[in-house]
């Protein structure tokens, strides 16, 4: 039975969606709850922000990443309990910051459906059974944050903390061009329930391990340039040289980001002999997103990713030539 306007507002929401996602989780005993694969600092920290809160209001929580958190992310808060598969069965399944089911990859077993869908990539398909997406949000974490008081979920200092990191990563520090003054007052907000800034920033964007960097290497001893896009490869025999643990590109992209007179830079992540992960990032004005939908991927109009069937020297030809394409119709 649903309320009328008045109940709604007496329960802390006169959002009808808000309201309905309250009432699920409340009803809710044992809780499954997803990110995507190759997990970011958006996606682990709004998989365990509102993990915690729920288990703070006494839900049994399961916390669930294929690839596990990593290496650069084991700091916060709650990670070590983040499972690589589920167990057991479930009143609710809910994802975070995941555009579409296969991206949550074997974290969602086959036939299971989802429940809630919260999430900020303008390429969303709108999945779930009820769907709290909003593009114009820098980070997934920013959705949360803005809605805990609807949903009856409190900002501890742990949940404040894998929130805003989730902000700062999403964001490169303040520094993507989607920024806005309700994000920053967001961001302020957590600071005030107990998330330390200058920790979290050095954590997320400026400590990275002697693995990650030597990865780096290999990718920068190979950095191409023409026309306004800049590209480079990392394979998995770049991966072995470096004893790097994840299947990313340790953020190399953000960096490439910075080139001065850049329009689009790519790189091409070899995931085996026959798939490779590409991430793009492009300046303001530009659209990526649209362009890794028709490789099957998805993302934000800056800032946009897919995985691609095919060996490394295929998709890379592949790529560049439909890049060079929308670069050449927006003139």
């Known amino acids: 039975m649903r309320l009328l306007s008045g109940q709604k507002q007496a329960m802390g929401t006169t959002d009808p969606l ?5 009432q699920a989780l409340q009803a809710a005993t044992r809780i499954r709850l997803l990110s995507h694969v190759r997990p970011d600092g958006d996606a682990v920290g709004s998989l365990l922000g509102l993990g915690l809160a729920l288990q703070n209001v006494g ?61 900020h990539h303008v390429t969303n398909t709108h999945f779930a059974r009820l769907n709290l997406v909003q593009p114009q949000a820098v980070a997934t ?11 009856g979920l409190t900002l501890t200092p742990a949940v404040a903390a ?14 993507t061009s989607n920024v806005s003054s309700a994000a920053l007052r967001t961001a302020a ?42 590209w480079t490869t990392l394979t998995l025999a770049d991966r072995k040289s470096a ?6 590109d340790a953020d190399l992209i953000n960096l490439l980001s910075a080139i001065e007179g850049l329009d689009v830079a790519i790189v091409f992540i070899e995931q085996s002999e026959r798939r490779v992960k590409v991430s793009w990032r492009a300046r303001p004005g530009l659209d990526v997103a649209q362009l890794a ?27 560049l030539t439909r890049t060079r394409s929308v670069l050449d119709r927006s003139g």
């Open 18 to 22: 808000l309201f309905d996602i309250r």
């Open 59 to 119: 839900k049994d929580v399961q916390m669930i990443l294929a690839d596990g958190v990593p290496a650069s992310l084991r700091h916060l808060p709650g990670s070590d309990q983040v499972r690589s598969g589920s167990q057991g069965d479930f009143d609710l399944t809910v994802t975070v910051d995941c555009s579409e089911p296969d991206r949550l990859g074997e974290a969602l077993p086959p036939g299971a459906a989802v429940d809630i869908n919260i999430d």
């Open 141 to 151: 974490a920013e959705i949360l944050a803005a809605s805990f008081d609807a949903l």
């Open 162 to 175: 894998a929130l805003l990191n989730g902000i700062i990563t999403d964001t490169i520090g303040f520094r």
């Open 189 to 230: 907000h957590l600071v005030d329930c107990g998330a330390d800034l200058p920790g979290l920033y050095q954590r997320a964007l400026l400590t990275h391990s002697f693995n990650a960097l030597h990865y780096w290497g290999a990718g920068l001893s190979k950095l191409q340039r023409a026309d306004g896009l800049v």
């Open 243 to 248: 004893d790097y643990p994840g299947r990313d």
């Open 293 to 319: 939908v028709t490789f099957g991927g998805g993302g934000h109009k800056a800032a946009a990713g897919a995985e691609i069937e095919g060996n490394l020297q295929e998709v890379l030809e592949k790529v």
